[in-house]
């Protein structure tokens, strides 16, 4: 009796394993007829931001702020210097704040940020050579030993906005062209995520006239100013029996009596 | 004493041949169902080569293959509609390599970050959220399957979402199918947002065939320098956003013989996984239940023995 029992429990058994294959091959079968899958993004971060603020330049300079630009109506007793243009003279010098720019952002791409000095930057001298000796009022013959040019440029940074800049190194009283080269040499490209503003920070540039390094040049330049013909020049020596000979202002020429600098900061993702 | 003994053992082997029992039922269960995610073999070398069948929309035909001698019907599944004796079971699958489609799916077709041609990472995400920015792209398959075994009609179509609203976002795409047909651009141009927003497509598949489709986007680097920065710039005080959505609904095709798609190749395995599992369960009750019954009759033996 028990065997006939256990021979039914396990037969039954066997049954609905079979059985319970088929129910359940059955239950999954699917009819799917509609799926549909999406993706969004957002657009990456820029938001980088360029600004300059400050002039260098000035029509007068103010004894009263060592000798400094001031206002272009200043009255006389206060200035050193008075003009109707934006002029620099022996002893001048910008103000401390000069000309500040700054690069602010975090963008989500690489970026290169490029500092480009252009073409229209030009500034004072005085080429070597032998000249009227302006200082005496005779006719003496004087020697500028070497390029004379008197606007000393000075590059600050203050990363990350500190509120104290430091001078760039190699970029302290140096002529315009080296101070040039300072600054494109801070062309950069970035990491995306980079904060700009830490890394390039504040720059600022200033400029002064030392009233006190070469009184003949000085001189011989502003006597150019106020007549191109009243200086004679090229001579071979200080012994120089002949005359002298006009000079010609420009860049590649005996003088130069204009200074000034453009600069072009750009930001641009990169690839 | 050894009367209970002998009950207890009856007991314990009964347990054991009902605990196999259920382990083949669950094996065989879980087999069915896990079959679907089984990897793709759509890519693999077919020892029989199959013959590509075109759409009967006319695209593009790709060069036949020799044909693959003929196969047996599909096997029926109980429980479903009859067509002339035949029971129908239509049945489609979307998906690509990481996952099946259901409903609001979200596939990678963005990322959190970009790499250049050296692989430098130029373009990353600040918070891990999926950025566009210029010069990036991407390509995504996704495929349609006709899992069931009469014809299927499946159509897919494409949709572009920008917000804010009226925002301009350079980002051009494209749309292909597996047979050559561009539905959105071709192979020298990408279509605008508006283009491939609304590019549509509808396939027939044969059962147990397969499309696949080759979705391309790409916001060009040297594009509108103006815009780019201005969305670039945008994006920090209010979210600038691009989402594509695919949709694919697949019915069945009135012919339930007709054909299309690509033929899964065939790997000369044709081995019934769940017939030989169910078979050989079986046989391990029966031989269990023979091993008890043996016993049984042994001890017996042996207590008429010991009588006599």
């Known amino acids: 009796m028990r065997k006939n029992k256990m021979m039914r429990a396990a037969s039954a058994l066997l049954v609905a394993v079979l059985l319970t294959t088929s129910v359940i091959s059955g239950t999954f079968a699917k009819y799917v007829t509609t799926a549909d899958a999406s993706d969004t993004a957002r657009v990456a971060k820029f938001g980088v931001t360029v600004t300059a603020s400050g002039s260098l330049f000035g029509k007068t300079y103010l004894t009263t702020t060592n000798d400094t630009p001031g206002a272009d109506d200043a009255v006389d007793n206060t200035v050193t210097v008075k003009s109707d243009v934006k002029v620099v003279a022996p002893g001048t010098k910008s103000s401390e704040d000069g000309i500040e720019f700054s690069i602010t952002g975090t963008p989500e791409v690489d970026v290169n940020v490029a500092i480009a000095v252009t073409e229209d930057t030009y500034d004072v001298f005085l080429a070597p050579g032998f000249y009227d000796d302006v200082t005496t009022g005779a006719d003496d013959i004087a020697q500028v030993a070497t390029k004379y040019e008197p606007v000393k440029y000075t590059l600050w940074q203050d990363k990350g906005g500190t509120g104290t800049y430091t001078a760039v190194t190699d970029a302290e009283n140096v002529n315009l062209a080296t101070l040039a080269s300072k600054l494109e040499g801070l062309t950069k490209t970035y990491d995306s995520n980079t904060n700009l503003f830490n890394e390039v920070g504040n720059l600022k540039i200033t400029w002064a006239w030392d009233i006190d390094e070469n009184d003949l040049a000085d001189t011989i330049l502003g006597d150019l100013a106020a007549d191109a013909n009243s200086v004679k020049g090229k001579y071979t020596g200080i012994n120089d029996p002949n005359e002298g000979t006009t000079l010609v202002a420009g860049m590649d020429k005996d003088y130069n009596l204009n200074t000034g600098i453009q600069i072009d900061i750009t930001v641009t993702q990169v690839d | ?308």
């Open chain 2, 1 to 308: 004493m050894k009367k209970e003994k002998r009950d207890r053992s009856r007991i314990l082997w009964l347990c054991v041949v009902v605990l196999f029992v259920l382990v083949a039922v669950t094996t065989i269960g879980y087999s069915l169902v896990l079959n679907t995610y089984l990897p793709d073999d759509s890519g693999a070398i077919p020892l029989i080569p199959e013959t590509v069948t075109p759409a009967p929309d006319g695209g593009e035909k790709k060069p036949d293959a020799p044909k693959a001698p003929e196969s047996a019907p599909e096997p029926e599944a109980p429980g479903t509609g009859g067509h002339g004796g035949f029971e129908k079971n239509p049945s489609a699958e979307t998906f690509d390599d990481d996952q099946v489609w259901t409903t609001n799916s979200t596939f990678e077709i963005f990322r959190i970050s970009d790499e250049n041609g050296t692989g430098e990472i130029t373009v990353q995400s600040v918070d891990g959220e999926k950025v566009i920015a210029p010069g990036m792209e991407f390509s995504y398959v996704f495929k349609i399957k006709n899992t069931g075994n009469v014809a299927l009609d499946s159509e897919v179509e494409v949709n572009t979402y920008i917000t804010p609203d009226d925002t301009v976002i350079p980002i051009t795409g494209r749309l292909s199918r597996y047979d050559g047909k561009w539905i959105a651009g071709d192979e020298d141009n990408y279509a605008t947002p508006e283009v491939l927003g609304a590019a549509e497509d509808v396939t027939t598949l044969g059962a147990g065939k397969y499309a696949y489709y080759t979705l391309d986007w790409k916001w060009p680097f040297e594009g509108d320098d103006v815009l780019d920065t201005m969305l670039g710039n945008m994006t920090i005080t209010e979210e600038v956003t691009f989402t594509i959505e695919v949709c694919a609904t697949s019915y069945e095709n009135p012919d339930p013989n007709a054909d299309g798609g690509i033929g899964a190749p065939k790997t000369g395995d044709e081995a019934q996984l769940v017939l030989w599992l169910t078979l050989a369960c079986g046989a391990l009750v029966i031989l269990l239940i023979l091993i008890f019954i043996d016993r049984r009759k042994r001890r017996e033996e042996d207590a008429e023995g010991t009588l006599t």
